[in-house]
């Protein structure tokens, strides 16, 4: 390497030592300096490594190529290829062991003197050495020497004789080599193929060939220009990299007719490439007077009938230093580290840092690979402080059935954990809805029921002009206040709230102990005094305030209530006003600011936001009269549309506004489980074809299937269907006849006279189990079972080898429409298939299709064949 570029090479065992080529040989060892100083004498590498020169070897001029020996022991042993087409056998330490110490110094001759350009150790026999020369007329150009040879020649010719050491130096030469290759043409580079000891690739002048040394008369080659630095990837021994000027030429020693990939020219020549030996697919190029290294990352990705597809191709450059490069090396062991160094033995020790790729888990985990490490950030089961994120708590009301429970629609809060108390009144509506819905549909069948699910705002329009306001008397008090004559609309708006039961009775009595039963006192009470029953209020009150988890200050409110006057300017009222606002429960300042209120104006009981809004709308029936219940009830739905809360489903009902105030839900929060189900539940055709809808219920399908709840997923469908009949799917698939490609099933439903069901064929749970094996359209006959040999449409227990357990098993299952052992079942590619029971039967133990000289790997082709429902699997 006299004259030109230095090269760098790692030791292939001592991952601590390299040796620098130039016109001598230098051996380094690298050490950390993480923390410790810089020793004297050392280079720094990096920040975090140095090197220390051990030795220098200067015995071998006119060096052309190198090639460190790859057996543990001699530890330091190199080959030398030189200008004059010798291979010198060197070392850059002193090894004791006699048994290799009669290497060191040896020599291979070839018979005329020509450059050697390439080196190759065979990594199976590691005494074997090729060298690759220049052409000279009729000789050999690719050359084998077994270092071990004692062969020693009687009378060398004085021209080869000749030594850099000294004319009076003796020598071992060496002469005739194991292998001669290449007759008349020159090789460029050369690389051993680690799947054999005996087949050696090699660049010649104009193709690149392989020999085979057990016939070398014969070799296999392919023209082509691309025939430099010939190199193996390390992990996929049949591809093979080599190029020419400024191109990369990829190779499949499987299809070695042309490259299976040209990587971008590049604009300058290069002058190296090299796989990375810690990591799959990966190539580093190095171009002439450049800083840069360009690495390719080479993906395949398998099709479905398991051949592959051309490479996926990631590429990217790394600068490991400011000046130019004038040779690299990867390190043998370290993952995606190298060392490099520049013209003027300048070295840098550089690791190439792989991109991170992240991931998101169906089931929220989040994982990234960064190199050969997988990482996985899990939230804490246990960590109570954080809110669970929305894809949990869907995940965890899906294994709970949430949204299926159709009768008591109430109880769906509860199987979503009962925490949020918008879901309740979601629920409790929808609950309510349904039920005077069914009410009114059996008292006089019409329109009714659908304005029930319209909601309180479509309800309360259909009203206007028909009410009248009268004075009614206090319970407990000599006094009068001005309310509202309760129709039937407003009668059924306050049921939809929940203040009283079905028929035309107004009685809140049984909704006040239900609050009491609950412990929610201070509602109760204010419920009980928007119906003008101060007494009932204040015995609420007492009764909260002596219960176990009662507030004793609920006596003070109860002692407050009961000081109530009418008089405007009484002190009690000056009090009552300007202390209320201290207050911490919302209802207890409701309740006082209704009694301080002027008669028609409730601003302070409408507009307090903490109160619920059912409360609120049942207070504004009340009260209100229809032009200020009309201006109230349309205000407050375009409040609760804006803010997407699922408690304004009371005023849009399921109908477009519903959609709207539901999309903003959905933006809010994602819960598209919830979204589904409520639009599910009563919505008009016109309501549940809109895009949003949809695109909420396929969004929770796919949900469901990506967390491999296919069970669940079929259970919504299932229940979408009895809701929205119009959903329902047509049949996708069907078995057909080979002959009349008529469906099977659709002729046995098309010839009831024959007594032909769908049962015969296999797929019902009938005791008897009837024998059909033809098609009922063509007569001719159904394929058979490629293990049982029988006609498909027999039944899996009637076949010769069917136990009698299994026959207890299917004759059990006769709710079910069909009987999974008993389906047709085939793979697509090879078309060979039978009973479902016994091919899941025969890959249970197999790999390969049952039928005779086919060596289809059917279940492998299937890349769900191996996953399993997650209904099961505990959160």
Known sequence: MSGTKPDILWAPHQVDRFVVCDSELSLYHVESTVNSELKAGS????????????????????????????NYDPECLLAVGQANGRVVLTSLGQDHNSKFKDLIGKEFVPKHARQCNTLAWNPLDSNWLAAGLDKHRADFSVLIWDICSKYTPDIVPMEKVRLSAGENETTLLVTKPLYELGQNDACLSLCWLPRDQKLLLAGMHRNLAIFDLRNTSQKMFVNTKAVQGVTVDPYFHDRVASFYEGQVAIWDLRKFEKPVLTLTEQPKPLTKVAWCPTRTGLLATLTRDSNIIRLYDMQHTPTPIGDETEPTIIERSVQPCDNYIASFAWHPTSQNRMIVVTPNRTMSDFTVFERI??????????????????????????????????????????????????????????????EDPQLKSLWYTLHFMKQYTEDMDQKSPGNKGSLVYAGIKSIVKSSLGMVESSRHNWSGLDKQSDTQNLNEER??????????????????????????????????????LFNLDIRRAIQILNEGASSEKGDLNLNVVAMALSGYTDEKNSLWREMCSTLRLQLNNPYLCVMFAFLTSETGSYDGVLYENKVAVRDRVAFACKFLSDSQLNRYIEKLTNEMKE????????????TKDGVDLMESYVDRTGDVQTASYCMLQGSPLDVLKDERVQYWIENYRNLLDAWRFWHKRAEFDIHRSKLDPSSKPLAQVFVSCNFCGKSISYSCSTVPHQGRGFSQYGVSGSPTKSKVTSCPGCRKPLPRCALCLINMGTPVSSCPGGSKSDEK????????????????????????????????SWFRDHAEC?????????????TTGNLVPAETVQP
């Open 357 to 418: 790729s992240l991931a998101w888990s169906p089931i929220t985990s989040l994982m990234w690979a960064c190199g050969r490490h997988l990482y996985e950030c899990a939230e804490e089961e246990n960590d109570n402080s954080l809110e669970k994120d929305i894809a949990t708590k869907m995940r965890l009301r899906a294994l709970s059935r949430y949204g299926l429970d159709t009768e008591q629609v109430w109880r769906n809060h509860i199987l979503a954990g009962n």
């Open 643 to 654: 803010a997407g809360n699922l408690e304004g489903i009371l005023l849009t009902g399921l």
């Open 491 to 528: 009668i059924l708006a306050l049921q939809l709230c929940g203040w009283i039961k079905k028929g035309t009775d107004v009685d809140v009595g049984p909704f006040l102990n239900s609050l009491v039963q609950e412990g929610e006192w201070e509602r109760a009470a204010a419920v009980a």
């Open 43 to 70: 280079l720094r590498l990096s920040e975090d490594s140095a090197a220390t020169l051990l030795s220098i070897n200067s015995d071998t001029p006119y060096m052309k190529c190198v090639a460190w020996y790859l």
């Open 809 to 840: 098993v299917d004759l059990s299952k006769d709710k079910k429409l069909a009987q999974f052992n008993n389906w047709f079942t085939w793979c697509h590619n090879c078309r060979h298939g039978g009973h479902a029971g016994h091919m899941l």
């Open 850 to 862: 049952p039928v005779s000289a086919c060596t289809c790997k059917c279940m492998q082709l299937d």
